[in-house]
């Protein structure tokens, strides 16, 4: 007979125990809404979306023309012309609603995947190009665009920012909710997961940290179903750090940005950390290196694809604020001029020379770093004039 813990109820332990499985793509899901799939506007009892039509036709721009940079980047890595690229086709409105409502003293901490807050912020899309290519470690300075390097050790930048955010406490940066400062971390379902997201939670918390935790679940950790991830809906873990939790329509531009700007007021206040869950879907391969063929269903896809993010802002453009084709058409002739311009430049990048990534480990080079670069430029000698 086993014994039971005090405080659990038996059924916990209970052997066999079906897991609870989050809602299917057929289901309904309660989260904050404020523009439907049929581009209907709607209204909701705490969030409000209050900029004007031109701040949409913005929105839409913004998301067009990321789709194309990602598209484009996707093209170059499929002839050759990048090692890989982390697509992020279908999180657009996630990304792109929550960067808009960044001010300009908010400090972002990205994945490898948030290329539309890094549109948002004013990092030049070849930059991003070169760290895939291969030819840096990511050629911005955090400083000019308060936006910091991609990180790829999955989950690691929560504790980054929650760290940040605590210096921007400490520097008594916070205390005004539209002039003051704050930190938004990215990451995704997987990395909720992850022990270092979960010490973020704790240390924001408990310090009552201004940052803001992004969670775009889109619904796949690599071939891993959410249901592997948790048995409650992600944005109620918050709730057991101590902290405020909202689940948001993550193809809704509208409503990201409103629960966004809501959530990095409160953090700049003072108030303290909170989690934000833009509920998406990953239209795309985790990387350019995936099949996701291999492990979800096709019917799952086009299902999304009916609530595709810039299709709703498109038709709500067209059908309520009188948008005609021409406004289209424009945004379409920048986005393909762009993509060209990208490509150009992405082919023109100059091949590293490898002794460099030394002088970017520490500030002053170390006996020990001087030493490993000579070795390592008398390695690469001894391959000269092979053939």
């Known amino acids: 007979m086993s014994e039971s813990v005090p405080g659990l109820a038996p059924e916990v332990f209970a052997p066999h125990q079906a ?19 049929e581009g209907e506007r709607v209204e909701h009892p705490d969030y409000a979306f209050d900029l004007d039509d031109e701040a ?59 290329h539309g807050v890094a549109w948002c912020q004013g990092v030049d899309p070849l930059n991003l190009l ?17 936006f910091h390097l991609y990180t790829i050790v999955i989950g690691a930048q929560t504790l980054h920012a929650t760290g940040y955010a605590m210096g921007q406490q400490r520097d008594h940066a916070i205390g005004d909710a539209d002039d003051g400062e704050a930190t938004i971390a990215y990451f995704g379902d997987g990395a909720s997961s992850q022990g270092d997201v979960n010490e973020a939670f704790i240390w924001a918390s408990v310090f009552n940290a201004p940052v803001v935790f992004f969670c775009q679940n ?26 405020p939790g909202v689940r948001v329509d ?51 896809l086009e299902h999304w694809k009916l609530k595709d993010p810039i299709e709703r802002v498109h038709a709500y453009l067209s ?3 009188g948008v005609d084709h021409d406004f289209f058409d424009e945004i379409d002739a920048e986005a393909d001029k762009i993509a060209a311009e990208l490509r150009a430049g992405c082919l023109a990048l100059p091949e590293p020379e490898l002794t460099d990534f030394f002088q970017h480990v520490y500030v002053e080079e170390t006996p020990q770093l001087a030493e490993q670069r000579a070795q390592y430029a ?5 391959f000269e004039g092979e053939g």
């Not at 070169?130 to 308060?146: E, H, I, S, T």
């Not at 991830?229 to 750090?241: D, E, K, M, S």
């Not at 008398?378 to 001894?382: F, G, I, L, P």
């Open 130 to 146: 070169g760290l895939f290519r291969g030819v840096d470690q990511g050629a911005w300075d955090p400083k000019d665009n308060n």
């Open 218 to 243: 889109n619904q796949w950790a690599i071939s891993e179903p959410i249901d592997r991830q948790t048995r409650i809906p992600l944005y109620q873990r918050a709730a057991g750090f101590g902290f």
């Open 319 to 321: 059908r309520h604020a």
């Open 56 to 114: 949409v036709k913005g929105f839409y721009r913004d998301m067009a023309l990321v789709r194309r940079i990602d598209a484009e980047a996707t093209a170059l890595q499929r002839q050759g012309e990048l090692g890989l690229w982390a697509s992020l086709l279908g999180q657009e409105a996630a990304q792109i609603g929550s960067g808009r409502a960044l001010n300009k003293k908010d400090m972002v901490f990205p994945t490898y995947r948030e």
């Open 250 to 300: 993550g193809n809704d531009v509208l409503a990201t940005y409103a629960v966004t700007q809501q959530a990095m007021k409160r953090a700049r206040e003072g108030s303290g950390p909170t989690l934000i869950e833009a509920y998406t879907y990953r239209m795309g391969a985790h990387t350019t290196s995936d099949d996701p063929t291999k492990y979800r269903l096709n019917e799952d």
């Open 378 to 382: 008398v390695y690469a000698a001894s």
């Open 19 to 37: 897991p609870v499985s989050p809602p299917q793509a057929s289901e309904e899901v309660e989260f904050v809404q404020l523009l439907t799939p």
